[in-house]
């Protein structure tokens, strides 16, 4: 059974930090590049942020340049994303997405405000 769990989400004030964690399970963790995604309600999901599956190669939405940082760790089957300066307009809910079957998880709440 496929699964891809989040955690770390939560309330952070702006120019916070926060690392959210995405754990897989059902499948080659390692042969697959992964994603994380946001939404915001009425809103398109928009790509936030892609790793490759040696995690040598990475990519980022412009909004998010400079103070995202996303990194796996194929031993753990984990993938992560390092938020820091947040700013009141990443606040969404967050998804991962492994390209394994374009398979999601179930989204966790980043809420940035004072």
């Known amino acids: 059974q496929v699964q891809l769990v989040e955690s770390g989400g939560g309330l952070v004030q702006p120019g916070g930090s926060l690392r959210l964690s995405c754990v897989a399970s059902?499948?080659?963790?390692?042969?697959?590049?992964m994603r994380w995604y946001r939404q915001v309600p009425g809103k398109e999901r928009e790509l936030v942020a892609g790793?490759?599956?040696?995690?040598?190669?990475?990519n980022y939405a412009d909004s998010v340049k400079g103070r995202f940082t996303i990194s796996r760790n194929n031993a753990k089957k984990t993938v992560y994303l390092q938020m820091n300066n947040l700013k009141p307009e990443d606040t969404a809910i967050y998804y991962c997405?492994?390209?394994?079957?374009?398979?999601w998880g179930k989204g966790i709440q980043v809420t940035v405000s004072s």
């Open positions: 997405n492994a390209l394994y079957k374009n398979f």
């Open positions: 059902g499948f080659m963790f390692s042969d697959y590049a």
């Open positions: 790793v490759s599956w040696s995690g040598g190669s990475t």
